[in-house]
């Protein structure tokens, strides 16, 4: 499998996975219980959920093209990393609209690195971090950073569904149980 491959199969399991985390979310997590405090460094699975989004926003924006964000969320996207757990759970409030978002972004993702050329994996991009500060890193390295970081966060929501609903609760996300079928669907 080509570098490049490897990247378009990432961004595509992504997607996968965060479908298969909203079915069983939808049919087996109550309300209550997808926004009590789970434990979880961003409190709840609908704070993290919100992490996933605003991470992803944030470096599409640093990896791809410069966007136009700070009017979409109550406050400067960088700036929610110095905020509490509760004010993450009100960048997007409903569930349903928060879920469809994350799944636009990873279709974005699915587009952005099928359209790369090879040679632009090994070359490096600026960015400023968090803290305002000018980095700098190697693309490929940014993008097996950007899904293994969603794949981080999807185990401590599924490990908060079994919390609240047991083992049938959680779905199956491992990468080999995406359907071959499913890599096609670009």
């Given amino acids: 499998m080509s570098y490049k491959n490897h990247f378009i ?6 997607r996968f996975a965060f479908k298969e985390l909203f079915s069983k979310l939808n ?9 009590a405090d789970s434990g979880l460094f ?3 699975i609908h704070g993290t959920l919100c992490h996933c989004l605003l991470s992803s926003i944030l470096w599409y ?3 791809a093209e410069p966007l136009d964000i700070a009017k979409k969320f109550p406050f400067e996207i960088n700036s929610y990393w110095s905020r509490t757990a509760e004010e993450w759970e ?6 349903e609209k928060l879920q469809n978002m994350i799944i636009e972004e990873c279709n974005r993702w699915i587009d952005y ?4 050329e090879p040679e632009q994996l090994d070359k490096t991009f600026k960015y400023l971090d968090t803290k305002n500060v000018s980095s700098e890193r190697v693309r490929g390295e940014a993008l097996d950073h950007i899904f293994n970081h969603k794949t981080h966060h999807r185990g401590q929501i599924t490990a908060a569904m079994t919390r609240f609903g047991g083992r049938d609760a959680s779905p199956v996300l491992d990468l080999a149980s995406m359907p071959t079928t499913e890599e096609h669907k670009t």
């Avoid at 199969?9 to 992504?14: G, H, K």
């Fill in 61 to 63: 924006s640093r990896i």
């Fill in 113 to 116: 690195v099928t359209q790369l």
């Fill in 27 to 35: 049919e087996c997590i109550s309300l209550e219980n997808y926004h």
């Fill in 9 to 14: 199969r990432l961004a595509i399991y992504n």
């Fill in 90 to 95: 009100q960048v997007v409030k409903d569930r």
């Fill in 42 to 44: 961003f409190r709840s």
